[in-house]
C-alpha cells in the first residue's frame, strides 16, 4: 500500500521559516516526480512546487518563486519543502503527492496524495 506522510506544519509569525518533510513507503519513489500542493480555506488545491525524478528539475508556483525550495533524498524515500520569508497569504493545508511522471506540475498527473499539514501563518 503506498503511503506518503507530511510532518513539519505549525504556526509561525509572517517572515518566519517552516521547513515540511513528506515520507513515502509502498513504492519506489525514486522512480517518480514528487510535489507539494496547498489548499486554503474556502479555495481549490494548488500547485506549490515540483521536483523530477533525479531532482535535477524543479519548478514553483509564481506565488512562492524565490522563498520555497524543494528537494529529495531517494535514498530515503522523502521530499521536503523549505518555506522562507512565510506570508499570511501561505496559511494551507500542504499535501504532497507524486506522480508517474518523470516531472509533472500538473495536479492530474499526480496518483498518491498525503493526509496533508497544516502551515498556519500569522499576521
Known amino acids: 500500500q503506498v503511503q506518503l506522510v507530511e510532518s513539519g506544519g505549525g504556526l509561525v509569525q509572517a517572515g518566519g521559516s517552516l521547513r515540511l518533510s513528506c515520507a513515502g513507503s509502498?513504492?519506489?519513489?525514486?522512480?517518480?516526480?514528487m510535489g507539494w500542493f496547498r489548499q486554503a480555506p474556502g479555495k481549490e488545491r494548488e500547485f506549490v512546487a515540483a521536483?523530477?525524478?533525479?531532482?535535477?528539475?524543479?519548478g514553483y508556483a509564481d506565488s512562492v518563486k524565490g522563498r520555497f525550495t524543494i528537494s529529495r533524498d531517494n535514498a530515503k524515500n522523502t521530499v521536503s519543502l523549505q518555506m522562507n520569508s512565510l506570508k499570511h497569504d501561505d496559511t494551507a493545508l500542504y499535501y504532497c503527492?507524486?506522480?508517474?511522471?518523470?516531472?509533472?506540475?500538473?495536479?492530474?498527473?499526480?496518483?498518491?496524495w498525503g493526509q496533508g499539514t497544516q502551515v498556519t501563518v500569522s499576521s
Open positions: 521536483i523530477s525524478v533525479s531532482g535535477a528539475r524543479t
Open positions: 509502498g513504492r519506489t519513489f525514486s522512480r517518480y516526480a
Open positions: 503527492a507524486d506522480s508517474d511522471y518523470v516531472y509533472s506540475d500538473y495536479e492530474a498527473n499526480y496518483s498518491y
